[in-house]
């Protein structure tokens, strides 16, 4: 989840939807000028900027104690509580905002982040689809609502959240964030022709950006480019040596390059960084298979199935290797139990195929 609201005067009033505050305080009658805003909202926004956020709710309850039904007055204490890490209280605001203004975007918007925050995947798209209808021209409230619709997960989750990236990158082709997520959504469906121009359009605004090379790296890796996807992750790698995803995805690139002892060793390493990742076992068994370690490969993968049951992959590879092993009885035993995993066609036939060719 991604917090927009880059200072407070944005938070206030852009972001809110409220309406035109003065930007600079009224003269005086003698012609000098206020050292301070008058109007409460901008106010609290300079205090916030300055690091006060208990003085800029203050200024707003004094307000709201002078007009309790003002809802742009209302939402502005939501955000001081929120900045002082009072989140039930700030929603709390945010509904009485609400009960006054229903489609007040600020409120809509705000509450969802939070919802995204605290996994609270269905309240969050509640929130973020009527922050979205009632500004579909912000970019963020389509991205988050993406985060909130993956999140939650479901059969339609990838081409719902899709839709709404989609819907995000028309409005800011150059945001980062928006197009690396609609990227790897496309990558995951093969759309690869979709997912270059997201990350070209992204590319100019920060091409050493470590999270775009891995967003290049998985693209390469799926078009089958070993070498460009290992360009892309030691880039990546350069800014950030210790990120578990980057080192993973440099070893299968190195995989595609047959450089499978290389492989080996960095997967074993990340097998003790990161245990519970069923990939990681997934491929320290596909590079031990390439090197003619049957026994051992196996061992690998029965991990990775241990800590994800319905990897489709790994169904797919150890039944390879059953049939490598001779084991067909195994081999046809673990075919009938990915016929009721998947009705993938790919998966099946490459599955159906090693056990056509299994001999004792």
């Given at each position: 989840?991604?917090?927009?609201?880059?200072?407070?005067?944005?938070?206030?009033?852009?972001?809110?939807?409220?309406?035109?505050?003065?930007?600079?305080?009224?003269?005086?009658?003698?012609?000098?000028?206020?050292?301070?805003?008058?109007?409460?909202?901008?106010?609290?926004?300079?205090?916030?900027?300055?690091?006060?956020?208990?003085?800029?709710?203050?200024?707003?309850?004094?307000?709201?104690?002078?007009?309790?039904?003002?809802?742009?007055?209302?939402?502005?204490?939501?955000?001081?509580?929120?900045?002082?890490g009072r989140t039930d209280e700030?929603?709390?605001?945010?509904?009485?905002?609400?009960?006054?203004?229903?489609?007040?975007?600020?409120?809509?918007?705000?509450?969802?982040?939070?919802?995204?925050?605290?996994?609270?995947?269905?309240?969050?798209?509640?929130?973020?689809?009527?922050?979205?209808?009632?500004?579909?021209?912000?970019?963020?409230?389509?991205?988050?609502?993406?985060?909130?619709?993956?999140?939650?997960?479901?059969?339609?989750?990838?081409?719902?959240?899709?839709?709404?990236?989609?819907?995000?990158?028309?409005?800011?082709?150059?945001?980062?964030?928006?197009?690396?997520?609609?990227?790897?959504?496309?990558?995951?469906?093969?759309?690869?022709?979709?997912?270059?121009?997201?990350?070209?359009?992204?590319?100019?605004?920060?091409?050493?950006?470590?999270?775009?090379?891995?967003?290049?790296?998985?693209?390469?890796?799926?078009?089958?480019?070993?070498?460009?996807?290992?360009?892309?992750?030691?880039?990546?790698?350069?800014?950030?040596?210790?990120?578990?995803?980057?080192?993973?995805?440099?070893?299968?690139a190195l995989l595609r390059l047959?450089?499978?002892?290389?492989?080996?060793?960095?997967?074993?390493?990340?097998?003790?960084?990161?245990?519970?990742?069923?990939?990681?076992?997934?491929?320290?068994?596909?590079?031990?298979?390439?090197?003619?370690?049957?026994?051992?490969?196996?061992?690998?993968?029965?991990?990775?199935?241990?800590?994800?049951?319905?990897?489709?992959?790994?169904?797919?590879?150890?039944?390879?290797?059953?049939?490598?092993?001779g084991r067909c009885k195994d081999?046809?035993?673990?075919?009938?139990?990915?016929?009721?995993?998947?009705?993938?066609?790919?998966?099946?036939?490459?599955?159906?195929?090693?056990?056509?060719?299994?001999?004792?």
């Open positions: 989840m991604r917090q927009t609201l880059a200072s407070a005067v944005v938070l206030l009033c852009v972001l809110g939807g409220c309406d035109s505050k003065p930007t600079t305080p009224p003269e005086d009658p003698d012609g000098a000028e206020s050292l301070e805003p008058s109007d409460p909202i901008e106010a609290a926004a300079k205090k916030m900027a300055d690091g006060d956020s208990q003085g800029a709710l203050a200024v707003l309850e004094d307000a709201l104690a002078k007009t309790p039904d003002d809802h742009e007055l209302l939402f502005s204490k939501g955000v001081a509580l929120r900045k002082l700030a929603l709390a605001a945010w509904d009485a905002t609400l009960a006054k203004e229903p489609d007040f975007f600020g409120a809509l918007h705000a509450k969802g982040a939070v919802y995204v925050e605290r996994e609270a995947w269905d309240e969050a798209i509640v929130a973020l689809q009527a922050a979205a209808s009632a500004k579909p021209d912000y970019a963020d409230a389509h991205y988050n609502l993406a985060l909130a619709i993956l999140g939650r997960g479901g059969p339609d989750s990838v081409s719902q959240a899709q839709k709404a990236l989609e819907t995000a990158n028309s409005l800011d082709a150059e945001d980062l964030d928006v197009a690396l997520l609609l990227a790897d959504l496309y990558v995951k469906q093969n759309r690869l022709d979709d997912a270059r121009p997201v990350l070209e359009g992204a590319a100019g605004h920060m091409p050493q950006d470590a999270r775009f090379q891995a967003s290049l790296g998985r693209l390469e890796l799926k078009a089958g480019d070993g070498a460009a996807a290992l360009a892309a992750f030691d880039k990546a790698l350069a800014v950030s040596a210790e990120d578990v995803g980057y080192q993973l995805g440099q070893a299968q047959n450089r499978s002892e290389e492989a080996e060793t960095k997967l074993a390493a990340l097998s003790e960084r990161a245990p519970e990742s069923a990939v990681v076992w997934l491929e320290w068994g596909t590079a031990l298979a390439k090197q003619g370690k049957f026994g051992p490969a196996l061992e690998k993968m029965d991990e990775a199935l241990r800590r994800a049951p319905h990897l489709i992959s790994a169904q797919v590879r150890r039944i390879g290797l059953l049939s490598d092993l081999a046809k035993a673990a075919m009938r139990t990915l016929r009721e995993a998947t009705e993938a066609p790919g998966a099946l036939s490459v599955a159906q195929g090693a056990v056509s060719r299994c001999k004792r």
